[in-house]
């Protein structure tokens, strides 16, 4: 089972294995969970305080020995609400930080999958009316083709049109999954570059789909129409 979602939340791989184990063992002792995690019996019990700290276990004493309960998984949802929300509050100030920086980079680099998608979620936010893409190809579905489903419908619900120019190797994937609000068109067969770029309003995202997917967010409103302009060359040359 793919667990990398609950490490995404700030889950250890210890308090993973905890509370997958509780959740199968049901009311529990710690001897049952060391067994089941394969864990240390220290890093189990350390870890079972701090799932109870968070609500995530409850636990009550008989005798002399504690017995363990894993909460209800929806408690998980309720607990991201809960964050989000004390993330909403401080959100603003945040924001002024930023404003308010001497020195406000325009260039930015991400590194790996996470950072791939931290980039393209800066897009994503970017405003603007269009979204242009130029060069993705079949190695960019590394993300995942639900990613990007989930990715262009949250883009079309904010009002923007997407102008798509893909890769020939993209053809048959776009014909069974169309993107809401998106006029496609792809290049010849053939020479298939690993470089895809976006443009957003005033920033640039050019991401490099090696196997540790490389990307650079420019925020520039000179370079963004520099690129858009190059972008339209190609579009109404296909």
Known sequence: MDTQILQDLGFTNAEIKVYLSLLELGKSTAGPIISKSGLQSSVVHSTLNKLVEKGFVSFVKEGQRNHYSAANPKHISDYIEDKKKEFEELLPYLLSKQDHAKDKSEVTTFVGMKGIRELLFELLNAGGKEHHTFGSSKESLM??????????????????????????????????????????????SGFEPLTETIIRNDKIGIILWIAVPIGILIDNKEAAKSYDKFWRLMWNNN
């Open 143 to 188: 993300m995942g083709e639900a990613f990007w489903m989930n990715y262009h419908k949250r883009r079309a619900a904010k009002g923007i049109k997407a102008k798509l120019l893909f890769n020939d190797s993209l053809k048959k994937w776009t014909d069974v999954n169309k993107y809401p609000k998106a006029q496609y068109k792809f290049t010849g």
